[in-house]
């Protein structure tokens, strides 16, 4: 591993436990302001007080809101929710771009199953390249989504597409959670750079958000990639601090539930 990008990882990953919790905030470009990103400063101020061990943001955030409160993560691909196909993220920074910046990784995001599948996988590939030429660590968003994929949790479709980030190139893999443990140890049998949880939409209650956050370490997932259900709690600074009692301390849901 060239040494740029392994110095840049142990920044991201939590020197004791090892393990990351990033708290993605790309969603303006997909959905707009919503809730918990109208002040960017201040929801970032928010996570970062609470521990996150990196945020992931695009570059316009980065330059205007961002201080370096945290880990950074430069999040370059997107889509919005009014193209004609949500599911095609085309690439709008390049890795030059987040070195300027500061950046600790750069991440793309890939639907496997959408119809524009392949060109994304194309964009994988020249991203994977372009990190390892400059140093630079890629998380992939790498999620079973599109018209032929019956159900983006489904075990056999997530070990697909999170195969597909290991094999071009991908040093961290985002993707969602099976539901169960046994299904999701043989996702990270098959995986062998970290495996990080995604949070999904918001879910009901708090402790459904932790159950599923321990049930996936307990099954080898090395962190979380978690965002509406932390930028849109009542208390980000607590949920992240909930979320650290379990990936970082290694403390039972129970016990998480009490900081909150």
Known sequence: MAKGKEIRLKRLF???????????????????????????????????????DAVLLHKGIVKNCFSGETGLIVHISASTKADPDPNYKTLVSSV??????????????????AKNGPEMIRQLG?????????????LAM????????DNEHNPEWIKLAV?????????????????????????????????????GPKMGSDKEVLEMVSSAMKAGARGVSIG??????????????ALAAIVHQGESVDKAVELL
């Open 126 to 138: 020249y991203v994977a390249d372009a990190c390892d030429r400059w140093g630079m660590p890629l």
């Open 228 to 241: 509406r259900n932390v930028f849109q709690h009542k208390s980000p600074e607590k949920m992240v601090r």
């Open 163 to 199: 195969r597909v980030g290991v094999e071009l190139g991908a040093d961290i893999i985002k993707t969602n959670y099976t539901g169960d443990i046994d299904s999701f140890r043989e996702v990270v049998s098959g995986c062998p750079v970290p495996i990080v949880i995604a949070g």
């Open 96 to 113: 030059e771009e987040a070195i300027r910046l500061g950046a600790d990784g750069v991440s793309v995001h890939i639907n496997i199953g």
């Open 142 to 149: 790498m999620y079973p989504r599109g018209d032929k994929i």
């Open 14 to 52: 939590n020197k004791e436990s090892k393990n990351l919790i990033v708290v993605p905030m790309d969603h303006g470009v997909s959905l707009g302001p919503i809730d918990g990103l109208v002040d960017m400063p201040e929801a970032i101020g928010k996570v970062a007080k609470g521990g996150a």
